[in-house]
């Protein structure tokens, strides 16, 4: 999950997904860094994935 973080907008995005099936804290660095990502997409998606942890 991590180097598919690396890639591109899609890899992203499966990283993502993977993320939320997780729900796990561990996931939380992940979502921290697609919240600067350049993609709005992913900076939405870590965002929302984030508060569930609230």
């Known amino acids: 999950m991590f180097s598919l973080f690396q890639g591109n907008t899609e890899d ?8 939320e099936e997780l729900a796990d804290k561990s ?5 921290r860094k697609g919240l ?5 997409e992913v900076v939405k ?8 942890f609230k």
């Open 27 to 31: 996931t939380l660095s992940i979502l």
């Open 36 to 40: 600067r990502d350049m993609s709005p």
């Open 45 to 52: 998606i870590s965002a929302l994935l984030i508060i569930k």
């Open 12 to 19: 992203k995005l499966k990283a993502l997904k993977i993320a």
